[in-house]
């Protein structure tokens, strides 16, 4: 019997992840790199495994994901929340869990672009009185 595989994506900022999980041993490969060494930081490992955590999934399903756009801390969101999706597909009954939790939110802060005539988005030039 041939093993179901589920595919969500996920997104954070300008990051998209495209995630595919199974049942088996908690290997999680990012671009056909081990988690170890696509992620550096623990935080961000810690972050985007978060929903395999809080479903008591993890070491109980396999995940391929790729990744693209962003930076690295964009792309742990967006694994997070594409690993979330994959989950619901997967089993239903954690929809609840994770919703409480705002996993399967995406969140829609993005980067807000500079005005012309000032310095940044926000921030004007310095005033010079004289």
């Known amino acids: 019997m041939a093993q179901r595989i589920f595919y969500a994506t996920g997104s954070r900022k300008r990051s998209v992840a495209r995630v595919w999980i199974k049942k088996g041993r908690g290997v ?9 060494e696509y992620f550096l930081d623990e935080a961000q490992r810690i ?9 008591n999934m993890a070491g109980k399903v396999d995940v391929k ?7 690295i801390s964009g792309q742990a969101g967006a694994l997070r929340h594409g690993i ?14 994770l919703k409480k ?3 399967l939110t995406r969140d829609p802060r993005e ?7 000032q310095r940044g988005a926000r921030a004007k030039f310095q005033y010079s009185k004289r």
């Open 84 to 97: 979330s999706r994959a989950l619901v597909l997967m089993n239903k009954e954690l929809r609840p869990i």
């Open 65 to 71: 994901a790729t990744l693209k756009g962003g930076g």
């Open 111 to 117: 980067k807000e672009r500079k005005k012309y005539g």
């Open 47 to 55: 972050h985007a495994l978060e929903p395999l955590h809080l479903c």
């Open 28 to 36: 999680v490969v990012i671009n056909d790199k081990p988690m170890d």
């Open 101 to 103: 939790a705002g996993m």
